[in-house]
């Protein structure tokens, strides 16, 4: 069954650094997501993507975080300047395309990047 | 505004005995709801989801739920227990059509004892 992968599974990096991260959307889906979920606290909605932009994005995705669709597979979410605050486990989803018959579509998630800031 | 309450954080049982995790959503239009499953160190996986077409849906590895408009409820049920049921389950709601954003509740961690 195709899935939906993330690397890497585990970033650590110096607060203040750019971090890039990546997933692999299941090939025939058209509408991508973010997620991250803090250690302790719910699994929050970040960002949708389809057709080449930003259809939504929460009050966290501020102007230091951007996704990016670089070419016909991956799917990325930058973080420019990282604070301690942004350690959290990031999900990627991706969904098949809206229609009459599929508007209720799942999302399908990936394994998730754990991100530490140090 | 949409939003989903897990009822509660831990729910442990015995191996053979049946699992009850309680969710509770509130949604201004009508929603989809999903029930999501995350093992240790895994990603979200899709249990079951509603989408109108009936109110008891019937999942993966012998779970269900059934969905109760009159008590805003989608309770997650499995008539019997088995250790590798053991894992943190989410309760997530959606609006139907749109770009479908979730929104997910606290989760529950579920334990099962030999």
């Known amino acids: 069954e195709p899935e939906v992968t993330q690397t890497p599974s585990h970033q650590v990096t110096q607060m203040g650094q750019e971090v890039i991260l990546r997933c692999v959307p299941i090939?025939?889906?058209?509408?991508f997501y973010w997620y991250r979920q803090i250690l302790g606290q719910k699994v929050e909605f970040l960002v949708s993507?389809?057709?080449?932009?930003?259809?939504?994005k929460s009050e966290i995705f501020d102007d230091q975080f951007s996704v990016e669709r670089p070419d016909g597979s991956n799917f990325t979410l930058k973080i420019r300047s990282t604070k301690l605050e942004d350690s959290a486990m990031y999900f990627c989803?991706?969904?098949?395309?809206?229609?009459?018959?599929?508007?209720?579509?799942?999302?399908?998630f990936g394994d998730g990047t754990r991100l530490s800031i140090l | 505004a949409q939003s989903v309450t897990q009822l509660d954080s831990h729910v442990s049982v015995s191996e053979g005995t049946p699992v009850l995790l309680r969710c509770n959503y509130s949604?201004?239009?009508?929603?989809?709801l999903f029930w999501y499953v995350q093992h240790p160190n895994k990603g979200l996986q899709l249990l079951l989801k509603?989408?109108?077409?009936?109110?008891l849906v019937k999942g993966i590895n012998g779970f269900e739920a059934e969905f109760k408009k009159s008590e805003t409820s989608f309770h997650l049920t499995k008539p019997s227990a088995h250790m590798s049921d053991a894992a943190e389950y989410f309760c997530?709601?959606?609006?139907?059509?749109?770009?479908?954003?979730?929104?997910f509740g606290a989760g529950t961690r579920l334990a099962v004892h030999p």
């Open positions: 989803a991706s969904r098949r395309d809206r229609g009459p018959l599929n508007s209720n579509q799942p999302q399908h």
């Open positions: 090939s025939n889906h058209l509408y």
């Open positions: 993507f389809y057709n080449n932009e930003i259809s939504e």
């Open positions: 949604s201004s239009y009508s929603p989809s």
């Open positions: 509603y989408t109108s077409a009936a109110t």
């Open positions: 997530v709601v959606s609006l139907s059509g749109g770009y479908n954003k979730l929104i």
